[in-house]
């Protein structure tokens, strides 16, 4: 189906559930101006992607049309369902895999006024960490915003029961506080998980202080117009940034398969108190990567791949991805993981998806250092799949063909308990 069919499709969903009332004569053409407006640019983000470089391979021309599509779903839910007033999360999910989204994590979404007052509440899961953070704009965008303010999990106080509320305000408030400057326009909450077998999400819920039990208004047709012309915009910018981010930051800068030093990465919107290290790798089918990491005081650790749009791979149906808790360890103290299109039989393989050429990204959160030592920086060699068990440790055991379908079970069910599936 072509993206403008079921771009329409969706508007016209879109439009039998928001109820419209009457207007001025002019509010009515701006509403149609908009949504012709949000068309071109559907027309335009395609015409964007397949002029891209990557597009040119024949790996990234449909993940290409995914990535369009979930970039569609993302910022229709994000500028035309949502409200302010009447906030809701949104999560991004396996459905919007944008912005080299992590697969440990469930990313929470709600739109803010700045200035105003919001209360954030809910209760515990099982999961690692659940951490708050507050963007004016889009930090991830050079010159498109800024962090205003971060809350970390270690700095949040809980109740017996798990339970939390956390205020949003211009003026510092006692308890679990967080700065709503005057420019802020939304609040992230991830959740994170890193022991998928036994780990569970808990509630997070928003309400705008002094909203609850107001009537929400009638969508009208000038405040639908104004939806239409933002999400217009939005979904160039986002569709334009991602894959130009991955050109410029990774494929011209890094020299394929190899890894940058651990640097922290808030300021483009990652979580305060992570470190990062990323690269891209670049193999034929007989080829594998092996990347050695080593255990930290980190309470979260994590590797995966992307393709080169900044999506995650598929993680709940295939293994692109692996956590501390899931990963083995060799006698040495250190984790060897093997990043190669085809299954080489052992426990810490990342796959590829049969991609020649992605992103690598690991993340450590909550460390206790303010340095991360330099022998402990991951490393990186380029092996042929045959002779991969020359590089690795002798101790490393063979993983069987049941035993990986089991564990591909088990994040299946994982990712659909996650996500409420």
């Not at 009638?218 to 894959?243: C, F, G, Q, R, T």
């Not at 060897?336 to 998806?353: M, R």
Request: aromatic share 10%; glycine share 8%.
């Amino acid at each position: 189906m072509k993206l403008r069919t079921i771009a329409c499709a969706v508007m016209i969903l879109i439009g039998f559930a928001l109820p419209l009332r009457a207007d001025e004569p002019g509010d009515a053409a701006a509403m149609d101006q908009a949504f012709s407006r949000f068309m071109d640019a559907v027309k335009e983000s395609r015409d964007f992607v397949e002029q891209h470089p990557f597009y040119k391979d024949a790996e990234s021309r449909a993940s290409g049309l995914a990535f369009i599509s979930s970039m569609m779903i993302r910022t229709l839910e994000e500028d035309v369902v949502l409200d302010a007033d009447f906030p809701f999360f949104r999560v991004l999910d396996f459905r919007i895999r944008e912005g080299g989204d992590n697969p440990d994590q469930r990313y929470l979404f709600a739109p803010i006024r700045g200035g105003e007052t919001y209360r954030v509440w809910g209760r515990l899961g099982k999961q690692r960490r659940i951490d708050f953070q507050i963007y004016a704009g889009d930090p991830y965008v050079k010159g498109g915003g800024r962090v205003v303010s971060n809350l970390a999990m270690e700095n949040v106080t809980f109740g017996k029961d798990g339970s939390f509320e956390v205020f949003l305000s211009p003026a510092k408030r006692d308890g679990n506080w967080m700065e709503n400057a005057p420019d802020a326009t939304k609040i992230m909450v991830r959740q994170i998980f890193s022991d998928w077998k036994n780990e569970t999400p808990g509630e997070v819920h928003i309400d705008r202080v002094g909203f609850e039990g107001a009537l929400k208004p009638p969508l009208s047709e000038a405040a639908m117009a104004a939806k239409l012309n933002k999400a217009a915009k939005d979904l160039l910018m986002i569709v334009k940034v991602w894959p130009s981010f991955v050109l410029d930051r990774y494929v011209n800068a890094i020299p394929a398969n190899t890894l940058i030093p651990p640097m922290d990465p808030s300021a483009q919107g990652g979580v305060k108190g992570r470190w990062m290290t990323e690269g891209h790798f670049d193999l034929a089918d007989d080829e594998a990567l092996i990347v050695t990491t080593w255990p930290t005081s980190a309470n979260y650790q994590g590797i995966q791949l992307t393709d080169r749009w900044f999506s995650s791979l598929e993680y709940a149906n295939r293994q692109s991805s692996l956590t501390a808790d899931q990963a083995y360890r060799t006698a040495d103290g250190a984790f060897h993981f093997v990043i190669s299109a085809k299954d080489p039989g052992v426990q810490n393989w990342l796959d590829t998806d049969g991609l020649r050429q992605g992103v690598i990204l690991l993340r450590y959160d909550g460390m206790k250092e303010a340095e991360f030592a330099k022998d402990k920086w991951p490393t990186t060699l380029k092996v042929k799949l045959s002779e991969l068990r020359k590089y690795l440790p002798a101790d490393t055991p063979v993983f069987a063909a049941d035993q990986r379908s089991a564990e591909i079970a088990e994040r299946r069910r994982h990712v659909q308990q996650r996500f409420g599936d």
